[in-house]
């Protein structure tokens, strides 16, 4: 695993604290507990340097990694806890649609999918807006490790099948294991150089 240099400029409660930057930006959301910390964690070699919070659902910020020097990871609040009810819906979406709307070295989304879940309505509703912002989208699969590779082909098929995205465009991954990463690294080199 090649090591990347990672250091978090700022937890933005919202537009006016976002850092001043032009480098290229590439956005983690997922459910809460699908596992973005660690996927970030083990896209660059560490860790514990990504938060991963105890209680699900409680990060509340856009947590804002600078990686390598040449791009930021922005690491959106995990959804899917509370999102039920309607005050925090609405803060979520008051955190997410400025940026989304107005950040415009934002190059793609990650959708960090537990490969074991079929996706719900909130991820639905998080493919949906980034396709009408006219991002590109990868799906991070997560904990493959947990399952058989027979089960993890047909949980594959079922993810791709509900989001209506290319195989391709689907990546398994283990943050135990590291499998997948370098094909994830591939693939961001790919949204950041688009």
């Known amino acids: ?22 480098l290229p930006e ?26 991963k919070g105890k209680t699900p659902g409680k990060t509340r910020l856009l947590n804002f990694y600078e990686v390598d020097k040449k791009m930021i990871f922005t690491d959106a609040p995990g959804y ?11 803060s979520f979406a008051k955190l997410l649609d400025p940026y989304f709307e107005k950040r ?3 190059k793609g989304m990650i959708l960090v999918l537990d490969c074991r879940r079929t996706p719900n309505d909130d991820d639905l509703t998080m493919i949906e807006y980034a396709r009408s912002m006219h991002l590109p989208i990868l ?8 399952l058989s590779r027979n089960q993890l082909n047909q949980q594959i098929e079922l993810i791709v099948n509900t989001l209506h995205i290319s195989r391709t465009s689907a990546i398994p991954v283990s943050s135990l294991n590291k499998d997948g990463m370098d094909t994830m690294w591939k693939q961001i080199n790919n949204m950041i150089k688009a």
């Open 139 to 146: 799906a991070a699969l997560t904990k493959i490790d947990k």
């Open 80 to 90: 899917g806890y509370a999102m039920g009810i309607r005050s925090d819906a609405a």
């Open 1 to 22: 695993m090649q090591y990347h240099e990672i250091e978090l400029l700022v937890s933005a409660a919202g537009e006016k604290q976002w850092p001043n930057s032009s």
């Open 26 to 51: 590439i956005m983690y959301a997922g459910r809460s507990n699908a596992g973005k910390s660690s996927l970030i964690n083990s896209l660059c070699g560490r860790k514990n340097f990504a938060y």
């Open 104 to 106: 415009e070295q934002l």
